[in-house]
């Protein structure tokens, strides 16, 4: 369920109470939700997610990522949520994909080789293609 997008960086689709426990064992640290609330009927709710995950000692961020794209705060969110992790974190949305543009944006941001994060999210099983542009532009300080 979770793909190993970077040595610290997990990335899933939708996941659910019983995944904290998971992602505990795995020495997760940090749980990043980029779903918005509400986006469909069989949602788990984040604040659900979010108990859960304190129960278990871990950290909880809430970074919603619509439909509409990326917004640079979303990023610099992203960027300050994975650099200060103290050990691996697990990114979910519907099915993992925003979560990994997202981190493959903020990757671009802090100066990783636009091929390098395509690379690591392809291997994930994730295609980057849709913000290769912005992934570019981002990593040349743009």
């Known amino acids: 369920m979770f793909r190993q997008v970077s040595e610290s960086v997990f990335a899933s689709p939708q996941i659910g109470i019983e995944a904290v426990a998971e992602a505990k064992a795995l020495g997760i640290v940090r749980i990043i939700n980029n779903r918005p609330e509400g986006e469909s009927d069989d949602q788990i709710p984040g604040d659900a997610i979010e108990a859960a995950a304190r129960e278990a000692g871990i950290d909880y961020v809430a970074i919603p990522v619509t439909h509409a794209g990326f917004s640079q705060a979303q990023v610099d969110a992203m960027t300050q949520a994975l650099d200060t992790a103290d050990g691996p974190v ?30 690591k ?17 981002l990593s040349a300080g743009g």
Do not use: N
């Open 121 to 137: 999210a392809a291997a994930a099983g994730y295609d980057v293609t849709p913000v290769r542009q912005l992934i570019e532009m």
């Open 90 to 119: 697990l990114a979910y949305c519907r099915s993992g994909t925003r979560s990994t543009l997202l981190w493959a944006l903020a990757r671009a941001k802090a100066g990783d080789s636009p091929a390098v994060i395509a690379s």
